[in-house]
């Protein structure tokens, strides 16, 4: 199963940073996705594989956005 990830999700995770927070943005996708720390601000890039382990809670979903890896959906209108 693939877990349904979306740019500016809130998500909390097992592990937490050392700055204390557990929960991180998602600021990019891609193969790896970017997280940006809520407590301190750092970003870190974590291979989604391993980030579907880590993922304790979604806290907030960001907006449904198509992977960019996805084939587009192309209309042949005219
Ligand atoms: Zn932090």
């Given at each position: 199963m693939v877990l349904?990830?979306?740019m500016d999700d809130v998500v909390k995770l097992r592990k937490q940073h050392?700055?204390?927070s557990?929960?991180?943005r998602v600021v990019r996708l891609g193969a790896d996705i970017g997280l940006k720390c809520l407590g301190?601000?750092?970003?870190?890039?974590v291979p989604r594989s391993q980030?579907?382990?880590?993922?304790?809670a979604f806290?907030?979903?960001g907006e449904p956005t198509q992977f960019p890896w996805a084939p587009e959906d192309?209309?042949?209108?005219?």
């Open positions: 349904d990830i979306r050392p700055c204390g557990d929960e991180w301190c601000g750092r970003r870190i890039l980030l579907q382990r880590q993922i304790k806290i907030s979903r192309k209309e042949s209108g005219g």
